[in-house]
């Protein structure tokens, strides 16, 4: 039971360059989330599908892209990456929103 | 203010107290309550929801106060294992989202 799979576990990139985070979900479930977690803030969401074909805004959207590719795949794009932009990256996925949500390992991006 | 707060802690406890935790959320709309426990470099994973009425899980115990918007977690019979951090979680009360608290650090030492 694979569950929520992120790739990759760890990146490093310099300042302006570009990568996609992945993430895939084997529960069937229609809704998935892309967060942020930084030391003494908690999780914030940067962008969240409700169901295949439909992404919005988070609370922190600035500086990223995600594309809903399918039911299973939702992925995190950071166009021309920025040291603040260093964080560790959480995908999770429910069924349908507003209930318990399960995550993947995450992700430790760092750019320098 | 925050949408829900929580005392960061750590709160440092002996093997076998009683230890627990409140927050707090500010959309009294909120419908949907939890707590998630992490673990240092791990993701997050679900502890137990947490309903109305209060409902209980071999050692812990989650009660909702809707009138103060407040929910707490007890943890009774501290094992070492127990040592995380402790994160409430409230729906946003609109939209599918749900909003995490920053979490509260408890550590058992023997």
């Known amino acids: 039971n694979a569950g929520v799979t992120q790739t990759p576990k760890f990146q490093v990139l310099k300042t302006g360059q570009s990568m996609t985070l992945q993430c895939a979900q084997d529960?069937?479930?229609?809704?998935m989330y892309w967060y942020r977690q930084d030391p003494g803030m908690g999780l914030r969401l940067i962008y969240y599908s409700a169901s295949e074909g439909t992404t919005d805004k988070g609370e922190v959207p600035n500086g990223y892209n995600v594309s809903r590719l399918n039911k299973r795949e939702f992925s995190l794009r950071l166009e021309s990456a920025a040291p603040s932009q260093t964080s560790v990256y959480f995908c999770a996925s429910d069924r349908n929103g507003n209930q318990p949500q399960h995550f993947g390992d995450g992700t430790r991006l760092s750019i320098l | 203010r925050k949408e829900v707060e929580q005392d960061p802690g750590p709160f440092n406890v002996p093997e076998g107290a009683t230890v627990a935790f409140n927050c707090t959320y500010s959309n009294s709309a909120s419908q949907s309550f939890f707590w998630y426990r992490q673990d240092c470099r791990k993701e997050p994973k679900l502890l137990m929801s947490v309903y109305s009425s209060g409902n209980e899980d071999g050692r812990f115990t989650a009660q909702l106060n809707r009138a103060s918007q407040y929910i707490s977690l007890l943890i009774r019979d501290s094992k070492l294992s127990d040592s995380a951090t402790y994160l409430c979680?409230?729906?946003?009360?609109?939209?599918?989202?749900?909003?995490f608290g920053a979490g509260t650090i408890l550590r058992v030492k023997s």
């Open positions: 979680v409230v729906n946003a009360g609109y939209g599918n989202k749900l909003v």
């Open positions: 529960m069937n479930h229609n809704s």
